[in-house]
């Protein structure tokens, strides 16, 4: 599938955590490593540092990992946090993303799993043939609104797919517990995709004037 990058104001870049005395993280940055929702489940240890990344990608693209995961517990989790990051990716557009991976010396490769998600938040699909890497500076209300709309239903009907299941695992408490702890990931995805609705709702009414459509 062919990429074509627009031009922006500001470009979303991968920053290095740094232990340094007085070193604070930037402005308009995320935090992404493996303290956060956002961290990769492949870690670096045991296996080469792009592989891992590799992993990630292939992983959030639909990849079945849960043989490498071994557990069936661990899979549960996998998936969960899978569908979490799927759904939250709005949350880190437009935004630099920040993780203690070495940044790449100049004209190689960034071996980092922050920047695919760097990739996959400021992406969309245009006319179904091209996908064009965007920040929020290149994309309009209507067209972000209309993104997160979307998201906004996968993820609501993710969270109560999960509260079903949650109710029929209620005579097993160690499968309702694991179940109850994704379902807790799927809706903090869902309060932050609500919170990026509001706000665009808001500012493109303050634009143009219009009326906000109905919740």
Not at 96 to 110: E, I, N, S, T
Not at 114 to 130: D, F, M, P, Q, Y
Request: positive net charge.
């Amino acid at each position: 599938m062919q990429l074509e990058t627009l031009r922006c104001k500001v470009v979303p870049r991968r920053i290095q955590l740094k232990h340094t005395k007085g070193w604070r993280m930037p402005s308009d940055t995320r935090k992404v490593d493996g303290s956060t929702i956002f961290g990769n489940p492949f870690q670096v240890c045991g296996r080469p540092r792009d592989e891992a990344v590799e992993m990630f990608r292939e992983w959030l693209a639909g990849a079945d990992y849960g043989p490498v995961m071994v557990s069936p517990i661990l899979t549960q989790r996998l998936e969960a946090k899978r569908q979490w990051i799927l759904g939250a990716l709005p949350y880190l557009r437009g935004k630099h993303l920040a993780c203690w991976c070495p940044l790449p010396d100049h004209g190689h490769p960034d071996l980092c799993h922050a920047s695919v998600l760097i990739e996959l938040a400021n992406k969309r699909v245009a006319g179904g043939r091209h996908q064009k890497v965007m920040s929020c500076a290149t994309m309009d209300v209507d067209e972000e609104l209309e993104l997160v709309n979307r998201r906004l239903a996968e993820a609501q009907a993710r969270v109560d797919e999960q509260r079903r299941r949650a109710m029929r695992l209620r005579r097993d408490p160690p499968a309702e517990r694991i179940c109850r702890e994704a379902l807790r990931q799927f809706e903090v995805s869902l309060q932050l995709l609500r919170e990026r609705r509001a706000y665009l709702l808001k500012r493109g009414k303050s634009s143009d004037g219009r009326q906000p459509p109905p919740e």
